[in-house]
C-alpha cells in the first residue's frame, strides 16, 4: 500500500467561543471530517451533562469552544462525538523525557510517536491560543482535544496507552469508572499548567477515565510519569540525578503491572531500544535523540504497519528550553520534518502526507506476559 493523503494546520486565537466558531467554519470545507465529528446517532443526554459538569470543573472554556462550533454548524452540542466515550482510539505510542543531566547542550528533551491509522487520526497539528489560557501547539484528537503538546511556559505533556485501549469500539477494553478521557487531559494541563508539579497537582484528584502512560516534562528539567490503569494510579517523579524518562503502552509501576501482566511484544521491543539507547554513561545529542524517530522498528520507534492500524501518524522532539517542536506529519522517515515554535503559526494550512506500508509479520502482536 502506498498513497498520499491530507494534512492540516490550525491556527486559533480568541476566546473559547470564539475558536469554536472558526474551527466549525474550517471543518465546512471538509465533508469528512465533519461526517467524522457529528455522531450518527443521539448520545445520551445524561452522558453529556455528565462530561459538561467535568470539562467546566478541569477544562473551563471547552465547552463554550464546543458551543461555538455546534452554533457555526447549527446543531446542538450533544450532536457532537467528542461527548461520546467511544471515542478513545486504537493506537501505540512511544515517549521520553531526556533530562539536562544526560544532554550535551543541558536542555530537556521529549521524544514522541504517535502510531495509529491516518483514516482515525485528525492528521492536524494546532497552535491554539485560548484568551486567559496558556497557548500551546500540539495535535489534535477527535478535533476538541489533545494527544500531547508543548505550552508557552515549557511544559510539555504527552500520552500513551497503558495496555488495550478503553473504549466502545471492537476489541478495546470497557471502561471500569466514569471519568475524562486522554484527550482532554492533556489539553486541560497546557492550557492551565506551567510545570510538572502544577500538573501533577492539577489532576490529582481528578476522575480519570482511560488507561494511560502519561508523560510530563518542563524546561526547568523536571519530569514526571504518571500511570492509570482502571481507576488505580501510580506517579513517579524526576530526582536532581534522574536521566530519563521513557514509556511505551505497556504497564511499569509494580502495583499496575500485577494488575495488566501481559503485553504486545512490540511495546516491549520499542522500550528496551530506547532503554539501550539511553542508559550509557554518555551524553546525548540533539541529533542522536532525532535519530530514534529516523529509523524503522524494531531498530527505531517509527513504525509503518499502516494496514493494522499502527503506523506512525506523526512524530515529534520536543525542545523545552527554546519552546520548539520538530515534526512531522505521518512517518519522518517518509515525509520531511517541520520546525515550529509554540504560538507560531505553519506556512501551509493543508499538506500531503506519504503513507507506506510495511508488513511486519504475526509476531507484531504477538502477547508477551
Known amino acids: 500500500m502506498k498513497e498520499t493523503i491530507q494534512a492540516s494546520f490550525s491556527y486559533l486565537e480568541g476566546t473559547s467561543y470564539e475558536i469554536g466558531r472558526r474551527q466549525g467554519e474550517e471543518i465546512k470545507k471538509n ?17 453529556c451533562k455528565d462530561m459538561e459538569k467535568l470539562m467546566n470543573q478541569y477544562c473551563p472554556g471547552l465547552n463554550e469552544e464546543l458551543q461555538g462550533f455546534a452554533d457555526e454548524l447549527n446543531v446542538k452540542p450533544s450532536d457532537l462525538n467528542f461527548f461520546d ?13 531526556v533530562l539536562p543531566i544526560k544532554t550535551n547542550d543541558h536542555k530537556t528533551y521529549v521524544l514522541r510517536n504517535y502510531d495509529l491509522s491516518p483514516a482515525i487520526s485528525d492528521m492536524r497539528l494546532c497552535t491554539t491560543k485560548v484568551k486567559g489560557k496558556y497557548s500551546h501547539t500540539g495535535f489534535s484528537v477527535s478535533y476538541f482535544g489533545r494527544s500531547e503538546g508543548l505550552n508557552e511556559k515549557g511544559f510539555c505533556v504527552a500520552f500513551a496507552a497503558c495496555g488495550m485501549p478503553v473504549g466502545k469500539h471492537p476489541g ?63 506517579v513517579e517523579k524526576s530526582t536532581n540525578k534522574s ?9 511499569l509501576f509494580p502495583h499496575i503491572s500485577r494488575i495488566e501482566n501481559s503485553m504486545l511484544e512490540q511495546s516491549k521491543v520499542r522500550y528496551d531500544f530506547m532503554e539501550n539507547s539511553l542508559k550509557s554513561n554518555d551524553l546525548i545529542s540533539k541529533n542522536h535523540l532525532r535519530s530514534f524517530l529516523l529509523q524503522e522498528y524494531p531498530e527505531g520507534l517509527t513504525v509503518h504497519n499502516y494496514q493494522q492500524h499502527f503506523g506512525t501518524v506523526h512524530s515529534i522532539l520536543f525542545d523545552l528550553n527554546a519552546k520548539q517542536l520538530e515534526f512531522s506529519f505521518g512517518s519522518p522517515i517518509q515525509n520531511n520534518m517541520h520546525q515550529l515554535t509554540v504560538g507560531e503559526a505553519l506556512p501551509a494550512s493543508d499538506l500531503n502526507v506519504l503513507v507506506e506500508n510495511t508488513d511486519y509479520g504475526p509476531s507484531f502482536w504477538r502477547m508477551k506476559v
Open 31 to 47: 465533508p469528512v471530517a465533519k461526517n467524522t465529528v457529528l455522531s450518527v446517532k443521539p448520545i445520551d443526554e445524561a452522558k
Open 85 to 97: 466515550e467511544a471515542l478513545l482510539q486504537l493506537g501505540g505510542c512511544s515517549l521520553g523525557a
Open 172 to 234: 478495546m477494553k470497557k471502561p471500569t469508572i466514569k471519568g475524562l478521557q486522554f484527550m482532554v487531559i492533556v489539553r486541560a494541563l497546557l492550557e492551565n499548567c506551567k510545570d510538572v508539579e502544577e500538573g501533577i497537582s492539577y489532576i490529582e484528584d481528578m476522575p480519570i477515565g482511560t488507561n494511560m502512560n502519561l508523560l510530563l516534562a518542563d524546561a526547568d528539567g523536571h519530569a514526571a510519569l504518571i500511570e492509570t490503569y482502571d481507576g488505580k494510579r501510580a
Open 243 to 251: 536521566e530519563y524518562m521513557i514509556a511505551t503502552n505497556h504497564a
